[in-house]
């Protein structure tokens, strides 16, 4: 997928994962495209891991690993910010 591609797909990861963990996170829509397309990354090496094909392109199974790699993104950044702002 091109970077436009991956772009878009977190961005939507993003924003799903966001979605299901709300919450006041300070960044808005910009930290939710860097933890979306970063969170795709680590869901993708994570699917190749455990799951066995990772993100292969716009299927559900790469949009399931990129919220679940957002999702671990996220909860890890609201411990690291709460911990900081303590």
Do not use: C, E, H, Q
Request: aromatic share 12%; net charge positive.
């Amino acid at each position: 997928m091109g970077i436009l591609s991956w772009i878009i797909f977190g961005l939507i990861a993003g924003a799903i994962a966001k979605f299901i963990m709300p919450g006041k996170d300070p960044g808005g829509i910009i930290l939710t495209i860097v933890i979306g397309v970063v969170g795709g990354l680590l869901g993708g090496w994570l699917g190749a891991k455990f799951g066995g094909t990772g993100i292969t392109g716009f299927n559900l199974m790469s949009f399931v690993w990129a919220v679940i790699g957002s999702l671990i993104l996220l909860i890890i950044y609201r411990l690291v910010f709460n911990k900081s702002r303590a």
